[in-house]
């Protein structure tokens, strides 16, 4: 429905459904970190978790 290489990448965050601010703005801050991961997010779909970020390859 949303094929990542239509766009500049898609983020998806995988998080418990008890995840507050807080939370959700350290998981935020795990990807930004991760700047390789940042730099090939064109047209790729990134899966995020609590404790990974998942690069899917492009098609």
């Given amino acids: ?3 990542p290489d239509r766009y500049s990448g898609i983020v ?3 998080l418990p ?4 601010r807080d ?3 350290s998981v935020i801050a795990l990807l930004l970190r991760q700047t390789g991961v940042v730099e090939r997010l ?3 779909l990134a ?3 609590v404790d990974r970020v998942r690069l899917r390859p492009a098609d």
């Avoid at 459904?17 to 507050?20: I, K, L, R, S």
């Fill in 1 to 3: 429905m949303y094929p």
């Fill in 12 to 14: 998806v965050f995988e």
């Fill in 17 to 20: 459904e008890t995840a507050n």
């Fill in 23 to 25: 939370f959700i703005l």
């Fill in 42 to 44: 064109a047209g790729r």
């Fill in 47 to 49: 899966i995020v978790d």
